[in-house]
């Protein structure tokens, strides 16, 4: 299953970049990952980096995905905001002050919602 994760925001290319090569460092992304651009807006050069693609594989990927992606938000400045999309087109997202002051038993509880729900296809209770 594939998951999109995008980014709101002038720096959301940027942040798509920066979680991909965090996402790159965890051995069972490595070939799993991509970026995805859509094409330039009349007027501009270039296309636009728009969204990072995630392929989950084999057990355990959510939980790997769903652990880096919130590591990786606990590391981030402002008001970084990223929205998960699965195949079926349900979302949720996640942004960097929701998650940087959790505890540890807050945390894990997160970890276990999102998993939930790339793994059984079951919404989580309180999507952040």
Do not use: C, Y
């Amino acid at each position: 299953m594939d998951v999109e994760v995008r980014a709101d925001g002038l720096d959301g290319a940027d942040e798509l970049r920066s979680l991909n090569e965090w996402l790159g460092d965890v051995q069972e992304f490595r070939g799993r990952i991509r970026l995805a651009e859509r094409p330039p807006e009349p007027g501009t050069l270039g296309p636009v980096l728009d969204t990072l693609v995630v392929a989950l594989g084999p057990a355990g990927a959510a939980t790997a995905f769903t652990t880096a992606t919130i590591a990786w938000l606990r590391t981030r400045r402002g008001e970084v905001r990223i929205k998960v999309t699965l195949a079926d087109r349900r979302s949720l997202e996640l942004t960097a002050k929701n998650v940087s002051d959790l505890n540890s038993a807050a945390l894990q509880q997160q970890v276990d919602h999102i998993v939930a729900m790339l793994e059984q296809g079951q919404a989580p209770a309180d999507d952040r």
